[in-house]
């Protein structure tokens, strides 16, 4: 029973290990933050591949891309130059709706 017990624990500290460092790869490769003075502090939207400001200042909650401010998620979304980055090769984003567990192809009897 004891060498069972290591074992596992063996398996599960890997595991966890692994899963661990999978969490903070979505900061690899992310572009610096913004040096907007409109700005003081910034969060990265994975979803979207861009920074969002995130102080008390009047642009709190707007997403910033291509040296802009917009206001809301739609706001950017429509951005013909936000389009551009998001269909381009440099896309940071990464975060799919349709992406993760049971989201494989479905298939329908007939």
């Known amino acids: ?8 624990l063996g398996v ?17 490769d992310l572009p610096p933050q913004p ?16 920074w969002v400001c995130d102080d008390d200042s009047t642009y709190r909650g707007h997403y910033y891309y291509g040296g802009r401010y917009y206001k809301d998620k739609n706001s950017l979304l429509i951005s013909s130059d936000y389009e551009k ?5 440099s896309f940071k984003g990464g975060t799919q709706s349709s992406s993760g567990f049971g989201s494989g192809s479905k298939s329908y009897g007939g």
């Open 1 to 8: 029973m004891g060498n069972t017990r290591k074992i596992m």
């Open 12 to 28: 599960t500290t890997t595991a966890l290990t692994m899963g661990l460092a999978g969490c903070d790869s979505s900061s690899v």
């Open 35 to 50: 040096t907007d003075g409109n700005c003081d502090d910034w969060d990265w939207d994975d979803e979207q591949g861009v």
């Open 85 to 89: 980055y998001k269909n381009s090769a």
